[in-house]
T-cell receptor, first 114, second 112 residues
Framework: ETGVTQSPTHLIKTRGQQVTLRCSSQ?????VSWYQQALGQGPQFIFQ???????GRGNFPPRFSGLQFPNYSSELNVNALELDDSALYLC?????????????FGPGTRLTVT | AQSVSQHNHHVILSEAASLELGCNYS??????LFWYVQYPGQHLQLLLK??????LVKGIKGFEAEFIKSKFSFNLRKPSVQWSDTAEYFC??????????FGTGTRLQVFP
């Protein structure tokens, strides 16, 4: 069983630029959730995709957007990057058709905005 | 709004000491509760979970947690910690299938 993978591992961008982060979900999972983890904080929910539709969103502005593909992999896009967007971005996959609600996390992408 | 509080931000213990990390949540309805662990350089891993039934749940590596509904608490315990337990521990709750709400984490350092 393949775990959750994310790419790239690290990324450095300049304020105002746009970035795309990628996530491959675990085999058998149909749901991907994205979280932002700032230094010294717990992960904060950005949004979730279930069967290619956005299904729940946290308190993040519209410049944070995403996609889910038919193979259930997902992208997180952030436009007009700000310095405060520097964080570890975590992807978690799960199977929302089950009642367990367990989410399995990937290693994360460390984004630095300068 | 739902929230999770972890009272211990940094805990330092010697090996073989007992551990208890506090976690309180605010939500009046039915919740699912989790403890995740993040070892240095590794990704978040599920330590244990509570959905229903026996309020004392056992997880991996000798950890357990007790759900006390009247106190809105889900404290993590281990009778005897090891150096390899050095990590960051996160309590999380979800009342909907779409999101986990995490606490700010507790950094545990165990010295030999």
């Amino acid at each position: 069983e393949t775990g959750v993978t994310q790419s790239p591992t690290h990324l450095i961008k300049t304020r105002g630029q746009q970035v795309t982060l990628r996530c491959s979900s675990q085999s058998g999972h149909n749901t991907v959730s994205w979280y932002q983890q700032a230094l010294g904080q717990g992960p904060q929910f950005i949004f979730q995709y279930y069967r290619e539709e956005e299904n729940g969103r946290g308190n993040f502005p519209p410049r944070f957007s995403g996609l889910q593909f038919p193979n259930y992999s997902s992208e997180l896009n952030v436009n007009a990057l700000e310095l405060d967007d520097s964080a570890l971005y975590l992807c978690a996959s799960s199977n929302r058709d089950l009642s367990s609600y367990e989410q399995y996390f990937g290693p994360g992408t460390r984004l630095t905005v300068t | 709004a739902q929230s999770v509080s972890q009272h211990n931000h940094h805990v330092i213990l010697s090996e073989a000491a007992s551990l208890e990390l506090g976690c309180n949540y605010s939500y009046g309805g039915t919740v699912n509760l989790f403890w995740y662990v993040q070892y240095p350089g590794q990704h978040l891993q599920l330590l244990l979970k509570y959905f229903s039934g026996d309020p004392l749940v056992k997880g991996i590596k000798g950890f357990e947690a007790e759900f006390i509904k009247s106190k809105f608490s889900f404290n993590l315990r281990k009778p005897s910690v090891q150096w390899s337990d050095t990590a960051e521990y996160f309590c999380a709750v979800n009342a909907r299938p779409d999101k986990l709400i995490f606490g700010t984490g507790t950094r545990l350092q165990v010295f030999p």
